[in-house]
C-alpha cells in the first residue's frame, strides 16, 4: 500500500527520533520538553544529558520511539572542546604528550555538577587531541565512551600545567550521527508551520528519522498474521518469521518487522519463542 506524504509523517511523529543542534543556555529537558509541545507528541525523551552549556548532538525520541532511547544511550561520543591551562605547555607536543597519558581505559570521579552517584567508574578514551594551542588555551578533540566525563579530562591534563578547566564543549557526534544531520530549532519551527499552514509536509518529514534507521538489532521479518498476535504482546514461534538477517541466538534482542519494512516490536528470544518486550504497533492499524 502507497501512503501519502502526511500519512508517511504522521507515522514518523508517532516513531521516530530527531537529531537536534542542542543550543548553549538551556537544558537537554528543556529542548527535548520544548521539541515534544511544538510537535504535540504525547511523550518524548532523550539519549545522553548535555550540560546546559554545551552545545551539539541531542538525539530526541518521539513517542513510541522515547522507549527506544536505551538502544542510543550507549553509543560512543565525539566532542570538540577549548580548555584553559594555568601554565602554557612548552608546546602543542607538550600538552599533547599529557593527553595521550589520559587515552585508553581510565577511572573517573563524577564532577560534583553532575547528578549521579559519585564513584569512581571506568570508561574508555579513544582519542584526546590537541589541534591548537595559543598560549594557555587549547582546542581539542575528544572522542570518548558514553559516560565520560570531558571535563574531568581537563582538569587531569591540566594537573601538569599547574592546574586546567574546560571553557566551551560541542557534542559533534553520537555513534555514526554527526552534525551535518542536526536540526536547528528555528528550523524546525518553520518545518512545522510549512507543513500546518502552506499543506508542505517534505521539510519536517526530512527532520524525522525512522526508528530502524538507529537501532543496531539483528532483523526478523514477521508473517502478516503474525503481526496481531504481537501487537497483542503474544510470543511468537520461530515459524511465524518469513525472513532473517541472522539466525536468532539465545537471549538476543531482535527488531521484528512486517512485509513492508515497518517496525512491528523489539522481541527477545528465548525458550524457542521470540517474546515481544517494546511493542510499538497499533492492533487496529497494526503500523509503528
Do not use: W
Not at 80 to 102: F, N, S
Not at 228 to 254: K, N
Amino acid at each position: 500500500m502507497v501512503l501519502s506524504e502526511s500519512e508517511v509523517l504522521d507515522e514518523l511523529l508517532h516513531c521516530s527520533f530527531i537529531f537536534v543542534d542542542k543550543p548553549r543556555g538551556p537544558s537537554s529537558h528543556e529542548i527535548t520538553t520544548f521539541v515534544k509541545k511544538l510537535l504535540g507528541a504525547q511523550k518524548a525523551g532523550h539519549a545522553g544529558t548535555l550540560d546546559p552549556q554545551v552545545s551539539g548532538v541531542q538525539i530526541i525520541g518521539l513517542n513510541k520511539a522515547a522507549r527506544l532511547l536505551r538502544y542510543v544511550v550507549g553509543q560512543d561520543k565525539e566532542y570538540i572542546g577549548v580548555l584553559r591551562l594555568r601554565q602554557a605547555p612548552e608546546d602543542i607536543a607538550h600538552l599533547q604528550k599529557q593527553m595521550d597519558r589520559l587515552v585508553g581505559k581510565i577511572r573517573q570521579m563524577p564532577p560534583k555538577e553532575s547528578a549521579v552517584a559519585k564513584r569512581r567508574r571506568e570508561r574508555k578514551v579513544y582519542e584526546f587531541t590537541a589541534l591548537e594551542l595559543l598560549n594557555r588555551t587549547a582546542l581539542f578533540r575528544a572522542r570518548v565512551e558514553a559516560g565520560t566525563y570531558v571535563r574531568v579530562l581537563c582538569t587531569d591534563v591540566g594537573k601538569a600545567f599547574g592546574g586546567g578547566i574546560m571553557l566551551q564543549l560541542r557534542r559533534t557526534r553520537v555513534g555514526r550521527i554527526g552534525e551535518r544531520r542536526l536540526v536547528r530549532l528555528p528550523d524546525l519551527a518553520d518545518a512545522l508551520y510549512l507543513a500546518k499552514n502552506k499543506r508542505d509536509v517534505k521539510p519536517l518529514q526530512a527532520m524525522l528519522v525512522p526508528v530502524k534507521e538507529m537501532l543496531k538489532l539483528p532483523c526478523l521479518c514477521i508473517r502478516p498474521a503474525a503481526v496481531e498476535a504481537v501487537c497483542r504482546g503474544s510470543p511468537l514461534a520461530i515459524s511465524d518469521v518469513s525472513a532473517a538477517e541472522v539466525r536468532a541466538q539465545e537471549g538476543q534482542e531482535m527488531q521484528l518487522t512486517d512485509e513492508d519494512g515497518k517496525l512491528v516490536a523489539i522481541a527477545q528470544f528465548k525458550g524457542g519463542a521470540l517474546h515481544p518486550k517494546i511493542v510499538l504497533c497499533e492492533r487496529e492499524k497494526n503500523i509503528t
